[in-house]
């Protein structure tokens, strides 16, 4: 028997996933869902690349995209990386059920900005769950979960593309597995550890905070939506930092040092080594560069 399988997915991480279900034995992709109206989107040029039958919808949700789906056989559908609304017809449609793929522990950080908010919250560990949707929102039954620690100097940025990404293509691929073995776990999630955030949005840095929440506030913002302060009224957000130890002891949000090898500003009894730096619509540049263009001295103070 081959497994007839759809993917709904955007980025390289859906054409990573459509790869990896290639390399499945009996196993074949009928059709794929990328972004509506998105030529350049990575699953769009794979689909299309190996002539896989591609639809592509302005909302899932539409009478047309049901309908659609209504007129393919498949065995199981494969959400992966999906920020559309999928309605249930769409969902309990394939004859085995739908899996997707999740950033996080469920039913921990539910909603579309979880590995932001496991880094902001200050978890120590997060991981990648692969569920059952029904009709809330990551609710349904788990899977399959992998756990990772989170590094102390992790960023969002860091902690997917180093980790997350490929323990979850990995975790779809055994899923897969798993189903074509006839026994997927459905396990179903405990509510009362549910916790749900929405979109992260632009975060400012408050200097008030202790040192390891403005930390972990512009490394759960990095590289997206950004965490930013003020310097002179002007809104610059901070990237690619790093929390040391500090001899120096200065009012929080101090700069300490400006030169080639560290720019640092002081929080607390710990410095925020700077790495790059992007004004209001511009480019991130190097920090130092940042300083120099700008005619900072040390001493001077963000968030004024």
């Given at each position: 028997?081959?497994?007839?399988?759809?993917?709904?997915?955007?980025?390289?991480?859906?054409?990573?996933?459509?790869?990896r279900i290639q390399e499945i034995q009996n196993t074949e992709i009928v059709c794929i869902i990328p972004p509506y109206n998105n030529k350049e989107d990575p699953l769009y040029k794979f689909s299309n690349e190996q002539k896989i039958r591609t639809l592509q919808f302005k909302k899932l949700r539409s009478k047309e995209a049901i309908e659609a789906f209504n007129n393919i056989y498949i065995d199981i559908l494969i959400m992966a990386y999906v920020v559309d609304i999928v309605p249930i017809e769409i969902i309990n449609y394939p004859k085995l059920g739908t899996i997707q793929y999740h950033p996080s522990?469920?039913?921990?950080?539910?909603?579309?900005?979880?590995?932001?908010?496991?880094?902001?919250?200050?978890?120590?560990?997060?991981?990648?769950?692969?569920?059952?949707?029904?009709?809330?929102?990551?609710?349904?039954?788990?899977?399959?979960?992998?756990?990772?620690?989170?590094?102390?100097?992790?960023?969002?940025?860091?902690?997917?593309?180093?980790?997350?990404?490929?323990?979850?293509?990995?975790?779809?691929?055994?899923?897969?597995?798993?189903?074509?073995?006839?026994?997927?776990?459905?396990?179903?999630?405990?509510?009362?550890?549910?916790?749900?955030?929405?979109?992260?949005?632009?975060?400012?840095?408050?200097?008030?905070?202790?040192?390891?929440?403005?930390?972990?506030?512009?490394?759960?913002?990095?590289?997206?939506?950004?965490?930013?302060?003020?310097?002179?009224?002007?809104?610059?957000?901070?990237?690619?930092?790093?929390?040391?130890?500090?001899?120096?002891?200065?009012?929080?949000?101090?700069?300490?040092?400006?030169?080639?090898?560290?720019?640092?500003?002081?929080?607390?009894?710990?410095?925020?080594?700077?790495?790059?730096?992007?004004?209001?619509?511009?480019?991130?540049?190097?920090?130092?560069?940042?300083?120099?263009?700008?005619?900072?001295?040390?001493?001077?103070?963000?968030?004024?």
């Open positions: 028997m081959t497994l007839k399988i759809a993917i709904i997915g955007q980025s390289p991480f859906g054409e990573s996933v459509a790869k522990l469920l039913p921990k950080h539910r909603g579309p900005s979880s590995i932001n908010w496991s880094i902001i919250n200050g978890d120590k560990e997060t991981g990648i769950t692969i569920f059952w949707p029904d009709r809330g929102l990551d609710t349904g039954d788990i899977l399959i979960q992998k756990r990772i620690m989170i590094k102390e100097n992790d960023s969002t940025g860091s902690l997917y593309f180093n980790s997350l990404y490929s323990m979850g293509v990995d975790a779809i691929a055994e899923s897969i597995n798993l189903i074509i073995n006839g026994d997927p776990p459905k396990i179903p999630q405990i509510e009362k550890y549910a916790t749900y955030e929405g979109w992260c949005k632009e975060q400012e840095i408050k200097w008030n905070k202790t040192s390891k929440d403005i930390y972990n506030l512009i490394r759960g913002c990095d590289p997206q939506p950004g965490a930013w302060t003020l310097y002179k009224g002007e809104k610059i957000y901070l990237y690619d930092t790093k929390l040391v130890s500090n001899n120096v002891q200065k009012e929080n949000g101090t700069i300490l040092f400006i030169d080639e090898k560290e720019v640092s500003v002081s929080i607390g009894n710990k410095k925020l080594i700077i790495g790059r730096i992007k004004s209001k619509g511009k480019k991130k540049i190097n920090a130092y560069e940042w300083m120099v263009n700008n005619k900072i001295k040390p001493f001077s103070k963000l968030g004024e």
